[in-house]
């Protein structure tokens, strides 16, 4: 069932997600859970991380895009989560594909 098959792909991208998060204390990293929305026309899986600063701003995002540090200075952002989760999508959309051929 796609029910299953969005479960198993959804522990696999949170497995994927949790070992390329760069690890300073390692909440972030901890943090990755997935949701499956699903309607009548479609089903998804929607990966989140609510891992924030003090302030609110998602830690992910800023490990992703870069950001300021405070202090005047850049740190640059690193693509961790594209290259995790695009494999999971893959091996997902091939699965899902043999499941609606059959």
């Not at 924030?52 to 998602?58: A, H, L, W």
């Amino acid at each position: 069932s796609f029910q299953s098959i969005m479960e198993k792909y959804g522990r696999e991208g949170i497995s994927a997600l949790s070992a390329s998060t760069p690890i300073d204390t390692g909440e972030t990293a901890s943090s990755w859970t997935y949701e499956i929305l699903q309607n009548a026309q479609s089903i998804s899986l929607v990966f989140f991380n609510n891992s924030e600063t003090k302030t609110g701003i998602p830690i992910a995002i800023l490990l992703q895009y870069g950001h300021g540090n405070g202090r005047g200075a850049y740190i640059r952002g690193r693509d961790f989560i594209n290259p995790a989760i695009q494999p999971i999508f893959d091996k997902l959309a091939e699965e899902a594909w043999r499941e609606v051929s059959k």
